[in-house]
């Protein structure tokens, strides 16, 4: 059995990323929200583009106030807004009205805003001497041109959009979204689809619906297959199909030691190679890690509870790498948080809590979903709705008393 640790870095190191130049394609900006960039963007401008004004106030040279007696100068009559077109140019011991984005005048090197000033007649009364360049955006203080905007490797989010816009970029090459086939197995197993009252001993295939929205959330593409039956002739037929036209595989259920657990088996028969059966996790202990060549293949276990941190422990780590993210998106965000209730653990195994995390007056709080001495079930789903947060009891672990601190992962 692996260690959550040791089966985060076999699984890390079994994905090749996609390759920049085959595995992308080039969106309008406005498509490429959540997407991984897959080139460094290259500004072809300064930022800011000129010396501008931050604030609302009066441009002056600083080394003009060293010959004054008294902190006045003369207001010239121009006044310079943002966007003005006219260059302005200052002469000695004057100011000129600015508002905030105005280009600087030539021959100013420093803005104090209007509040920390007097009008008096045509002249301007300083409170107090500003600091030199006081509220003043220099040319290519935030970045030069020719330097990297943003770098390849980063998930585009609203400030990278803005970033690039501003830098004139319409378009983007981002890595494409890989594709993850899903395989259900089981006897038991019903499409939602079906419109078939349930037989005793049926239950519908929900994994096939939580597991695409996982994949969807991660930024892949789901490709569902349905659920097969415990045959190993059709359960081959499908991993085939399956490895054929995805990035990544994952089936669940089969992979336990019961005798209808034919997965591994049969991934042996097909030509995979095998790295893990079982981690220490609780739940989620079966999680076969396999290889087709470049296609990775996860067998979960079939209970959806377990299937789901599967998911988030593991494989949207590996998700992310593959897709070409870079390494800040390849482990689950973890915080620490006081707990509400006790917690309780085996120790034997890393367990995995179901609460919600919210914050008190700045301090994140996790309440557990349930009374954990009663007992999580990872066949219960139904307890872990309306969580947003997973407590991590380590191995050896046993006991977290109420108002501790525990790990948390974010879910
Ligand atoms: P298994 O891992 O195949 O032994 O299945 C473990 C448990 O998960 C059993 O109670 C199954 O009925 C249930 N299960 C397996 N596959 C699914 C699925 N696709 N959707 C919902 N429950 C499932
Ligand atoms: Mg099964």
């Given at each position: 059995?692996?260690?959550?640790?040791?089966?985060?870095?076999?699984?890390?190191?079994?994905?090749?990323?996609?390759?920049?130049?085959?595995?992308?394609?080039?969106?309008?900006?406005?498509?490429?929200?959540?997407?991984?960039?897959?080139?460094?963007?290259?500004?072809?401008?300064?930022?800011?583009?000129?010396?501008?004004?931050?604030?609302?106030?009066?441009?002056?040279?600083?080394?003009?106030?060293?010959?004054?007696?008294?902190?006045?100068?003369?207001?010239?009559?121009?006044?310079?807004?943002?966007?003005?077109?006219?260059?302005?140019?200052?002469?000695?011991?004057?100011?000129?009205?600015?508002?905030?984005?105005?280009?600087?005048?030539?021959?100013?090197?420093?803005?104090?805003?209007?509040?920390?000033?007097?009008?008096?007649?045509?002249?301007?009364?300083?409170?107090?001497?500003?600091?030199?360049?006081?509220?003043?955006?220099?040319?290519?203080?935030?970045?030069?041109?020719?330097?990297?905007?943003?770098?390849?490797?980063?998930?585009?989010?609203?400030?990278?959009?803005?970033?690039?816009?501003?830098?004139?970029?319409?378009?983007?090459?981002?890595?494409?979204?890989?594709?993850?086939?899903?395989?259900?197995?089981?006897?038991?197993?019903?499409?939602?689809?079906?419109?078939?009252?349930?037989?005793?001993?049926?239950?519908?295939?929900?994994?096939?619906?939580?597991?695409?929205?996982?994949?969807?959330?991660?930024?892949?593409?789901?490709?569902?297959?349905?659920?097969?039956?415990?045959?190993?002739?059709?359960?081959?037929?499908?991993?085939?199909?399956?490895?054929?036209?995805?990035?990544?595989?994952?089936?669940?259920?089969?992979?336990?030691?019961?005798?209808?657990?034919?997965?591994?088996?049969?991934?042996?028969?097909?030509?995979?190679?095998?790295?893990?059966?079982?981690?220490?996790?609780?739940?989620?202990?079966?999680?076969?890690?396999?290889?087709?060549?470049?296609?990775?293949?996860?067998?979960?276990?079939?209970?959806?509870?377990?299937?789901?941190?599967?998911?988030?422990?593991?494989?949207?780590?590996?998700?992310?790498?593959?897709?070409?993210?870079?390494?800040?998106?390849?482990?689950?965000?973890?915080?620490?948080?006081?707990?509400?209730?006790?917690?309780?653990?085996?120790?034997?195994?890393?367990?995995y809590l179901w609460?919600?995390?919210?914050?008190?007056?700045?301090?994140?709080?996790?309440?557990?979903?349930?009374?954990?001495?009663?007992?999580?079930?990872?066949?219960?789903?139904?307890?872990?709705?309306?969580?947003?947060a997973i407590a991590v009891?380590?191995?050896?672990?046993?006991?977290?008393?109420?108002?501790?601190?525990?790990?948390?992962m974010?879910v």
């Amino acid at each position: 059995m692996l260690s959550v640790a040791e089966a985060e870095k076999i699984i890390l190191d079994l994905v090749k990323p996609f390759a920049p130049e085959v595995d992308s394609e080039v969106l309008p900006l406005s498509q490429a929200i959540a997407r991984i960039l897959a080139e460094d963007i290259i500004s072809a401008l300064d930022f800011p583009h000129w010396d501008n004004s931050a604030m609302d106030g009066y441009a002056f040279c600083y080394a003009d106030l060293e010959d004054l007696a008294e902190l006045k100068l003369a207001i010239a009559p121009q006044e310079i807004a943002a966007g003005g077109k006219v260059r302005q140019v200052l002469a000695k011991g004057e100011c000129m009205r600015i508002f905030t984005g105005g280009m600087l005048p030539d021959g100013a090197d420093t803005v104090i805003m209007q509040e920390d000033t007097e009008r008096v007649g045509d002249f301007l009364q300083l409170k107090a001497k500003p600091p030199k360049g006081e509220y003043v955006r220099r040319k290519g203080e935030f970045i030069r041109a020719g330097a990297r905007l943003v770098s390849s490797g980063i998930k585009i989010g609203a400030t990278e959009i803005g970033a690039i816009a501003s830098a004139r970029c319409q378009q983007v090459k981002v890595y494409r979204q890989p594709k993850i086939a899903i395989i259900s197995t089981g006897n038991e197993l019903v499409s939602l689809e079906s419109s078939q009252p349930l037989q005793a001993g049926q239950i519908i295939d929900s994994n096939l619906y939580a597991l695409s929205a996982l994949i969807n959330q991660a930024g892949a593409i789901a490709i569902p297959l349905g659920a097969v039956r415990d045959d190993l002739q059709k359960l081959e037929t499908v991993i085939t199909q399956a490895i054929a036209q995805a990035d990544l595989v994952i089936s669940t259920g089969g992979v336990s030691v019961g005798d209808y657990d034919y997965i591994d088996g049969l991934l042996a028969k097909l030509g995979a190679e095998i790295h893990g059966r079982s981690v220490a996790i609780k739940p989620g202990k079966p999680l076969t890690i396999a290889n087709f060549g470049k296609v990775l293949y996860f067998g979960v276990a079939g209970n959806p509870v377990s299937a789901m941190v599967s998911f988030w422990r593991f494989i949207q780590g590996a998700i992310a790498k593959l897709g070409g993210a870079n390494e800040t998106y390849w482990h689950p965000q973890f915080i620490q948080a006081n707990t509400t209730e006790d917690l309780h653990s085996q120790g034997r195994r890393e367990t995995y809590l179901w609460g919600v995390l919210t914050y008190q007056r700045g301090k994140p709080i996790f309440r557990p979903v349930s009374n954990p001495s009663s007992g999580y079930s990872s066949g219960n789903l139904i307890s872990a709705i309306g969580t947003n947060a997973i407590a991590v009891m380590r191995v050896h672990q046993t006991y977290v008393p109420a108002d501790d601190q525990v790990l948390v992962m974010m879910v």
